[in-house]
């Protein structure tokens, strides 16, 4: 179910330290209640494990978006409604400035997802391309260029829930998870 996986365990805890008032009472009620899904949109073609090596671009436009590039190894991205990605917004001295953590809706114009199929002839990854997609600097969480730092603190919360599983100790985490949620509303 939705209210497992990314959403509670990664994109919830970072929106509550990192997220707007607006991307709070926007997405975690969602969360919470297991309205939505969300996938994470880090990989890329070419980047192999190099997550500061995006291609992916975001072009601001006003007080809009577009982003043009393609993610891969989506797991699955063809089941959620939204994702967290990082898109390069500038171009720094070192690889990791210009990062920009965004929010995009995957129902958006220009947004195609692609299933990997494996020898199984099942998969939960997909590549997800974005074809000049129009997403509101809203949906930015933090500021534009400064998304590097969010992008480790999302992983540190990743690795706490993946810890938490292999420990035995993930039962009943939920529900600690959504009384957090619930009190910062």
Known sequence: PPVVGFGLT??????????SEQQKNTHLPAIVRGDIRWCQGYS???AGSDLANIQTKALVQGDTLVVSGQKI????????DWIFALVRTSKGDKKQQGITFVLID????????????????????????????RV?????????????????ALLGFERSMIGAAVGGQLQGLEAVLVAKARQSL
């Open 10 to 19: 990664m994109i919830g805890p970072t929106l509550l330290h990192y997220g």
């Open 44 to 46: 890329e073609p070419n």
């Open 73 to 80: 190894w989506t797991s699955y991205a063809n089941d959620s």
């Open 106 to 133: 995957l129902a958006s114009e220009g947004v195609q997802i692609r299933p990997i199929e494996l020898i199984s002839g099942q998969s939960p990854f997909c590549e997800v391309f974005f074809d000049s997609v």
């Open 136 to 152: 509101p600097i809203a949906n930015v969480v933090g500021e534009i260029d400064q998304g590097w730092g969010i992008a480790k």
